[in-house]
């Protein structure tokens, strides 16, 4: 039990509808990141929020859209994706972006896009 | 560019040992992490290492030799629930961690 939470834990969506992803943490941490997973390949970072500001955000394309309400909230908005966006989604959350602040994980979100 | 290798996939057998293997190249070096993912789980962190030498946990250890680029971590007395992919990662000069694809550790009873 990592004090990370996702939801949905899976959805498929067709490439022209519009979904959002949520990850809530309950840990009091202050940093909070979007990976997307492929099978067989690396972690990608997608986004970085510290204390709800954007601190980083890796080229991702604009129909992936973040929002980090507040520091327990991050959501990924998702509109007009593509096939290869299937993926799961991994949110964690550190205390800080230092070296030694360890990401803790939520279990995902695995979607599909017809 | 930046880059962590791993071995795609090991067997092993209940009650053995097996070491992972990682080696890296990445623009500055804050530590090398790992972590255990199981199969439509969360990834779990395992060990940080920063400094060159062994770090024992129980029956999981990390080793790093900066100056080679390589870690490895040493899994002993394995059990079937160790089945699971374990994922490599460096923290860069920009502390953003680099990833290494993971590799897919089997154990056979």
């Known amino acids: 039990e990592t004090g990370v939470t996702q939801t949905p834990r899976h959805l498929v969506m067709g490439m022209t509808n519009k979904k959002s992803l949520k990850c809530e943490q309950h840990?009091?941490?202050?940093?909070m990141y979007w990976y997307k997973q492929s099978a067989k390949k690396p972690l990608e970072l997608m986004f970085v929020y510290s204390l709800e500001e954007r601190v980083e955000n890796n080229s991702v394309p604009s129909r992936f859209s973040p929002e980090c309400p507040n520091s327990s909230h991050l959501f990924l908005h998702l509109h007009t994706l593509q096939p290869e966006d299937s993926a799961l989604y991994l949110c964690?959350?550190?205390?800080?972006?230092?070296?030694?602040?360890?990401?803790?994980f939520g279990p995902g979100t695995r979607l599909t896009v017809l | 560019g930046q880059n962590i290798d791993q071995p795609t996939e090991m067997t092993a057998t209940e009650g053995a040992i097996v070491q992972i293997n990682c080696t890296y190249q990445t623009s500055g070096f804050n530590g090398l992490f790992w972590y255990q993912q199981h199969a439509g789980e969360a990834p779990t962190f395992l060990s940080y290492n920063v400094l060159d030498g062994l770090e024992e946990k129980g029956r999981f250890s990390s080793f790093l030799s900066r100056s080679k680029g390589y870690s490895y971590l040493l899994l002993k007395e394995l059990q079937m629930k160790d089945s699971a992919s374990y994922l490599c990662a460096v923290m860069d000069s920009n502390y953003q961690l680099i990833w290494g694809a993971g590799t897919k550790l089997i154990i056979k009873p």
């Open positions: 840990l009091g941490h202050n940093a």
């Open positions: 964690a959350s550190s205390q800080g972006t230092g070296v030694t602040d360890t990401q803790y």
